[in-house]
């Protein structure tokens, strides 16, 4: 196998630190900053992690947002984002639908320590609010995962209810970190660290358990525990004083 193999922590770092040099030629006088990120700066890395680098610059052209490239070296996949400190605050560590997944975000840095640290050192102002504010707006794609499951489980769907039943649960994840307002620090871990969160609805870690097992055709009790689980996710949101369906269809 030439496009996979393993590399160490240590490698990793000597990959990255041999980037610098073509990372700053490349952005000249316009480069800020760089930092590893990802699993590497948390010193979590497996065996066959890819290496992840910010590039930070002081702006981007033609209204981008960020810019990417990802490349495999040596069985390695290298991918390089290059985007300006606000709009890594704002995509990454501020309050959106990824911050879930993006919040814990933690970069080690290359050049610039100063900088690194600062944006490392960010917290969101009224996280709490914003973070139910995220888990209304993703109230319509729960319920729509939600009903694909309860369909397959009506119809007896043993092969389609793995993959429906995947789709709600990552929604449901997402879920509970918006209610705890904490993000994940690694996707590896979600499962893990979902069960750790202060608060999870009823029925919620018997579903967990019931996914990890793979025990797909348990129809009956999967109806039972998503419905539990969504009727107080729904519950708890309308008692925000969220509006999470209409009386009638307008534009």
């Known amino acids: 196998m030439m496009t996979i193999k393993r590399h160490s922590h240590e490698e990793r770092i000597k990959v990255a630190e041999a980037l610098l040099p073509k990372i700053k030629e490349r952005f000249g006088e316009s480069l800020v900053a760089i930092a590893v990120r990802g699993s590497t700066a948390k010193k979590t890395d497996g065996p066959y992690s890819d290496?992840?680098?910010?590039?930070?610059?002081?702006?981007?052209?033609?209204g981008e947002r960020y810019g990417k490239l990802r490349k495999i070296v040596d069985g390695l996949l290298i991918e390089i984002i290059w985007v300006t400190p606000e709009n890594y605050i704002r995509?990454?560590?501020?309050?959106s639908r990824a911050w879930f997944g993006?919040?814990?975000?933690?970069l080690f840095p290359l050049y610039n320590k100063e900088k690194i640290d600062e944006l490392n050192a960010f917290v969101p102002i009224d996280a709490e609010k914003k973070c139910l504010d995220q888990a209304a707006a993703l109230w319509d794609h729960v319920q729509e995962a939600a009903t694909k499951v309860l369909n397959a489980?009506?119809?007896k769907n043993s092969s389609g209810m793995p993959l429906v039943m995947g789709d709600l649960f990552s929604n449901l994840l997402k879920m509970v970190s918006f209610?705890?307002?904490k993000p994940y620090t690694t996707f590896a871990q979600l499962i893990v660290e979902s069960k750790q969160m202060s608060y999870r609805p009823e029925g919620f870690d018997e579903l967990t358990n019931l996914v990890v097992d793979g025990k797909y055709t348990e129809f009956v009790n999967i109806s039972?525990?998503?419905?539990s689980v969504m009727t107080e996710f729904e519950e708890r949101l309308l008692g925000h004083g969220y509006t999470l369906q209409h009386s009638s269809f307008e534009f």
């Open 51 to 62: 290496l992840e680098l910010f590039a930070f610059i002081t702006s981007m052209t033609n």
């Open 91 to 95: 995509e990454v560590k501020e309050i």
């Open 102 to 106: 993006s919040g814990a975000d933690y």
């Open 153 to 155: 489980s009506e119809a």
């Open 179 to 181: 209610f705890n307002a």
């Open 224 to 227: 039972t525990l998503v419905l």
